[in-house]
């Protein structure tokens, strides 16, 4: 039996199945021939990046009411941002060894960054309650 290559997602039951592979058969080499699929990797990527914009869904009402509020001015661009937005869940796969850059600034660039990002946090909560709305809705064809 030969075996070149598994190719897993990032569950840490991989690792320890690869390890037991390695174990139970001679020929396979272990950790080196175990490739972690791309896809799964971008998609890990892709929820970190993602998971800046989030917003809680308590939070969503009162952000899309501060937005029918808004004047196009700066000073309403100035407003203290919540700081609850941090606390984003955990991903369920084996991050170990990603780094969240958000956690790593200081509170003023933090800031910063919350103020830049404060729009597409409301395109977001405004697509997320369209969709609701439209998949809530039962339209009748004839």
């Known amino acids: ?16 199945m690869v390890q037991e592979l390695s174990e139970k058969i001679p ?20 929820k970190s990046l993602i998971q800046e914009f989030d917003i809680k869904k308590r939070d ?3 952000v899309l009411a501060k937005a029918d509020n808004v004047d196009n001015e700066e000073s309403e661009d100035e407003e203290e941002v919540d700081d609850s937005n941090t606390a984003d869940a955990e991903l369920k796969d084996n991050d170990e060894g990603w780094v969240n850059e958000v956690e ?11 103020r ?12 997320g309650k369209k969709k609701h709305t439209y998949l809530n809705t039962q339209y009748l064809c004839f």
């Open 1 to 16: 039996m030969q075996i070149l290559c598994i190719t897993c997602d990032n569950a840490s039951n991989n690792d320890v």
């Open 27 to 46: 020929a396979f080499r272990g950790a080196t021939t175990h490739t972690h699929c791309f896809l799964h990797t971008v998609n890990l990527v892709a």
């Open 60 to 62: 969503a009402d009162q």
């Open 104 to 114: 790593l600034l200081e509170p003023d660039e933090w800031k910063v960054l919350e």
């Open 116 to 127: 830049e990002i404060q729009p597409m946090k409301l395109a977001l909560v405004k697509v």
